[in-house]
């Protein structure tokens, strides 16, 4: 099976191209030569790919930025995602949309299903809110994965900057009212592989449309951080005390959910795919990057 993917160095697209292996040839396709806000290099690239199957990984993620460059996020995750989206059906592939929990407001106080209603609190947010929907209204064969709290041993993410802060700090105020699912990028690909796979032989209905994809189990910024200190520490740095504090004292220009929780029952009933528990999985990214 071939798999495009866009984007060349965003931690999903390492992750895949990392656990393609024998089970499916990813070609990533980023800038220059695909620009998600250019329709026309999006529709170029897709059809030279000659693929089984898009995934839509690429993506505005800089998520505080946005706020200030709600025009810039909305060319590269609404209108981009629709151009994935319209080539996609042009060529008649499915096709596989990464999204975020950032599309609700955090007031629930359970995991959000795929059916509560969206409330996006940010510009990120809304432009990914945007993207999901131009990909659905695009395109019949769209699977929409809403993921969260995403980390890898690529590219920028919270777990490599703890690392990195623990080098020198022997303190760190970490926020510990806002609860999700910490979830690897290298799970993510394991699971779009398998979400793939089926999808380009399954014609069922069922297989289509928004799913929730996260770690299993919750937590907050600050129990994530701990597992990571209390990780390291077990493969020799010294310990990390965290300072359990309150989001009004960590302000950022975006204001972020405080329950990002996400209900994968919905997936795991489809397709019979589940995440691994997010411990082990920091577990694994921890010893990755702390040989
Ligand atoms: N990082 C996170 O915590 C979360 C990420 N997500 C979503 O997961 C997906 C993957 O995220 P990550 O791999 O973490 O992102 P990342 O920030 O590691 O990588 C994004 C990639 O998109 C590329 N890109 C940006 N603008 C582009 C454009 N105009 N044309 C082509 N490529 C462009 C970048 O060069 C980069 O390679 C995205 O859809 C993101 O919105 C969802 C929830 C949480």
Avoid at 15 to 28: H, Y
Avoid at 160 to 176: H, I, P, W
Avoid at 199 to 205: G, L
């Amino acid at each position: 099976m071939r798999i495009a993917v866009t984007g060349l160095q965003g931690q999903v697209v390492a992750s895949l191209l990392e656990r393609g292996g024998s089970r499916a040839q990813i070609i990533a396709l980023g800038r220059p030569q695909l620009d998600l806000s250019d329709a026309s290099s999006v529709s170029a690239a897709l059809e030279t790919a000659r693929c089984d199957v898009i995934v839509n990984a690429a993506a505005y993620t800089a998520v505080d930025k946005a706020e200030s460059d709600e025009d810039g996020a909305m060319r590269v995750n609404a209108a981009g995602a629709g151009h994935v989206a319209r080539s996609a059906a042009a060529l008649g592939v499915p096709v596989l949309h990464i999204s975020t929990d950032y599309v609700f407001d955090g007031a629930l106080e359970r995991p959000y299903r795929e059916d509560d209603a969206t409330g996006p609190t940010g510009a990120y947010g809304r432009s990914k809110l945007e993207g999901e929907q131009r990909v659905l209204a695009a395109h019949p064969d769209a699977v929409v994965l809403r993921t969260a709290w995403v980390y890898s041993p690529f590219g920028a993410n919270f777990l490599k900057t703890m690392l990195r802060l623990g080098e020198t700090r022997e303190e760190l105020g970490v926020v510990a009212d806002q609860i999700g699912n910490p979830t690897s990028a290298l799970d993510i690909a394991d699971a779009v592989l398998e979400i793939a796979t089926r999808i380009v032989v399954d014609p069922s209905p069922a297989l289509r449309g928004v799913f929730h994809m996260t770690g299993q189990g919750e937590a907050s910024w600050a129990d994530f951080a701990e597992e990571i200190f209390g990780q390291a520490q077990r493969r020799g740095r010294k310990p990390v005390r965290i300072n359990r504090i309150a989001t009004a004292d960590y302000p950022t220009p975006a204001r972020r959910p405080a329950n990002s929780r996400l209900d994968n029952s919905k997936l795991r009933q489809a397709y019979g795919v589940i995440l691994p528990q997010w411990r082990d999985s920091v577990s694994d990214c921890v010893a990755r990057l702390l040989p």
